[in-house]
C-alpha cells in the first residue's frame, strides 16, 4: 500500500497529478500504460455492452485508510439515461467516475455494467465502451485534425468533420490559419477552455461509447459558448448512459435523476422538481445559491449593457 502513496519517479508523480484532475485518462493510458494500480484478472473477459445499465451496489473506497472516500454508495443509470451528481466540493463526485473507469478498485462493495462485475472484465474493453469528456482536455502539439481523429483512428475524414459539426466546433475551426491542419496544443495555437471541451465532445462521437462520463466545465464561459457546448452535450449524451458532475443547471434541470454526494454518501437522490420541495435539504440550498449567482450575473451584463 506504501508503495502506492510514494512517488517513484516523475511519470508516477505525473501521473497521480493527472488522475486527480481527472483530465483526458484514456489518453494518458496510452501513454503511462506501465503505471495502472489495477490489474485484469487472469480470467478476465471482455465486457459485453447489451443496455448499458450501471450499478453502483454498496461502494466504499478509500485513497487513505485513514480516510473514507465513498461510503455505501449505491444507484443505478438506467440505459440511456443521465444522472447528475452534484455537492460541495471534496464529497466524492469525482471519485465516484474514477471508480467507474476503473482507475482503481473499490474496497468492498460492487460496480456492475449490464451485470458484469468491472473486476472481472479486461480494462480495455472496459475503456472502449465509456466515453469521457473531461473539464479539461490535454491537446496533442499536432493538427486539429489528429486530435480529434484520436477518439477513433478507423474514422474517416467526412466522420471527422461530422463530429466537429454535431459537437459545434467545425465552424470556428474554419476560421482557424490552416482549417483542420492548423496545429493546436502548447506548441501551437491555443484554444480556449470552451473550445477544448468540444474537442473532447467531437472526439467523444467519434468514439461512439455506450456510456459516458462527463466533467462538466466550472469555468464561467460566455452565452454563445454555453450554449454551444449545451447543444453538442445534448446530442451526444442522448440515447447514452450518462453520470455527469454538474456545475450548472441547465444540465440538472433536464437529468433523469440527481444525487447530491456530500461527505462520501449520497445523502439526497430524486429528479430537480423532488429536490426542491425538501427546503431544509443540500440540494435546495445549491439551488438558491446557484439562481442569487446568476442573477448577480444577469444584473451585471444589464448593467453594461445600459452603459
Ligand atoms: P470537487 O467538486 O472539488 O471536484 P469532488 O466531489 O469531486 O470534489 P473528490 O475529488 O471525489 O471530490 O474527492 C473526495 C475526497 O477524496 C476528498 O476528501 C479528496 O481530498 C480525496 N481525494 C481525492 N483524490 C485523492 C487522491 N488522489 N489521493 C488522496 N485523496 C484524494
Known amino acids: 500500500i506504501g508503495q502506492l502513496y510514494t512517488p517513484l519517479n516523475f511519470f508516477g508523480t505525473y501521473y497521480r497529478l493527472i488522475q486527480s484532475n481527472f483530465i483526458d485518462m484514456e489518453q494518458m493510458f496510452d501513454l503511462f500504460k506501465q503505471e495502472q494500480n489495477v490489474k485484469d484478472a487472469p480470467d478476465a473477459t471482455d465486457l459485453k455492452v447489451t443496455e448499458g445499465t450501471v450499478t453502483f451496489e454498496n461502494v466504499c473506497f478509500s485513497y487513505d485508510p485513514r480516510q473514507q472516500a465513498l461510503k455505501n454508495v449505491s444507484f443505478t443509470i438506467p440505459q440511456g439515461k443521465t444522472v447528475a451528481l452534484v455537492g460541495p466540493s471534496g464529497g466524492g463526485k469525482s471519485t465516484i467516475l474514477r471508480l467507474l473507469f476503473r482507475f482503481y ?31 479539461d482536455t490535454v491537446l496533442f502539439n499536432d493538427t486539429i485534425f489528429y486530435n480529434i481523429h484520436y477518439g477513433n483512428v478507423n474514422a474517416n475524414e467526412n466522420e471527422v468533420y461530422k463530429a466537429a459539426k454535431a459537437a459545434q466546433i467545425h465552424d470556428r475551426i474554419l476560421t482557424f490559419p490552416d482549417g483542420y491542419e492548423t496545429r493546436v496544443g502548447e506548441r501551437g495555437l491555443r484554444l480556449s477552455g ?46 447514452r448512459t450518462t453520470l455527469v458532475i454538474a456545475h450548472r443547471l441547465s444540465t440538472i434541470v433536464n437529468a433523469d435523476l440527481i444525487l447530491a454526494v456530500k461527505d462520501g454518501r449520497i445523502v439526497e437522490s430524486g429528479t430537480h422538481r423532488e429536490l426542491i420541495e425538501n427546503v431544509d435539504g443540500v440540494y435546495y ?23
Do not use: F
Not at 468492498?108 to 480495455?124: A, F, M, Y
Open 285 to 307: 440550498e445549491m439551488w438558491q445559491k446557484q439562481l442569487a449567482e446568476d442573477q448577480k450575473i444577469e444584473a451585471s451584463k444589464n448593467n453594461t449593457d445600459a452603459e
Open 105 to 135: 478498485d473499490v474496497e468492498s462493495g460492487r460496480i456492475l455494467i449490464d451485470g458484469q462485475d468491472i473486476r472481472q472484465v479486461k480494462q480495455e474493453s472496459l475503456r472502449r465502451n465509456i466515453g469521457v469528456v473531461p473539464q
Open 194 to 239: 470552451g473550445e477544448k471541451q468540444r474537442v473532447a465532445i467531437a472526439r467523444t462521437m467519434l468514439k461512439d461509447p455506450q456510456i459516458i462520463l462527463l466533467d462538466e466545465a466550472t469555468s464561467a464561459l460566455d452565452t454563445t459558448t454555453e450554449r454551444q457546448i449545451q447543444h453538442a452535450l445534448t446530442y451526444i449524451t442522448k440515447d
